[in-house]
T-cell receptor, first 111, second 113 residues
Framework: QKEVEQDPGPLSVPEGAIVSLNCTYS??????FMWYRQYSRKGPELLMY????GNKEDGRFTAQVDKSSKYISLFIRDSQPSDSATYLC???????????FGTGTRLQVFP | ETGVTQSPTHLIKTRGQQVTLRCSSQ?????VSWYQQALGQGPQFIFQ???????GRGNFPPRFSGLQFPNYSSELNVNALELDDSALYLC????????????FGSGTRLTVV
């Protein structure tokens, strides 16, 4: 079993839809939870990070962490075609530790 | 302020050859980490360099080695290339090794034939 599981998709939604992206994990020592966006032929770009449990909102993006269920989510409201990319969840045990990534979910938002 | 720069962007090598990939870290960042991203997979941690010393290593064989220079730039060397080494190699720099402060480069696409 992988430490971090993520549905690879692809996920195809119409413009304006609410998108839900999820990851599950097995290592209860993970404390930092991140979401990266990766466009084709580019490196990952940090969207949001959360420390421990709870919610965090930034514009159209909301990150949720449920440590009791070992489950994290990223919600995108009012999705735009420019949101079309691969979304990677990543986790680490502490802020100086290596990142463990999920496989990424490919999202396509069509006009 | 510039971001993380990697070179070359693409290269093709033959099985058994050796390759060197280069990374210039973002201004103010003293830690460099290297990740391997196979097609359709998430990045996997290879190793991290801090103050020119290896500071953590993932599950990669010794034929993967690296260097960090006084200006914090870095090299990834891979010896005895295998077909499975074909991947996107990503360099990420961060201030003081903070995982939440990573800035990734666009990567080097290595194809081994």
């Amino acid at each position: 079993q992988k430490e971090v599981e993520q549905d690879p998709g692809p996920l195809s939604v119409p413009e304006g839809a609410i998108v839900s992206l999820n990851c599950t994990y097995s290592n209860s020592a993970f404390q930092y939870f991140m979401w990266y966006r990766q466009y084709s032929r580019k490196g990952p770009e940090l969207l949001m990070y959360t420390y421990s449990s709870g919610n965090k909102e930034d514009g159209r993006f909301t990150a949720q962490v449920d440590k009791s269920s070992k489950y994290i989510s990223l919600f995108i409201r009012d999705s735009q075609p420019s949101d079309s990319a691969t979304y990677l969840c990543a986790m680490s045990e502490d802020n100086t530790d290596k990142l463990i990534f999920g496989t990424g979910t490919r999202l396509q938002v069509f006009p | 302020e510039t971001g993380v720069t990697q070179s070359p962007t693409h290269l093709i090598k033959t099985r058994g050859q050796q390759v060197t990939l280069r990374c210039s870290s973002q201004s103010g960042h003293n830690t460099v980490s290297w990740y391997q991203q196979a097609l359709g997979q998430g990045p996997q941690f290879i190793f991290q360099y801090y103050r020119e010393e290896e500071n953590g290593r993932g599950n990669f064989p010794p034929r993967f080695s690296g260097l960090q220079f006084p200006n914090y730039s870095s090299e990834l060397n891979v010896n005895a290339l295998e077909l499975d080494d074909s991947a996107l190699y990503l360099c990420a720099s961060s201030p003081m090794g903070q995982a939440i402060g990573y800035t990734f480069g666009s990567g080097t696409r290595l194809t081994v034939v």
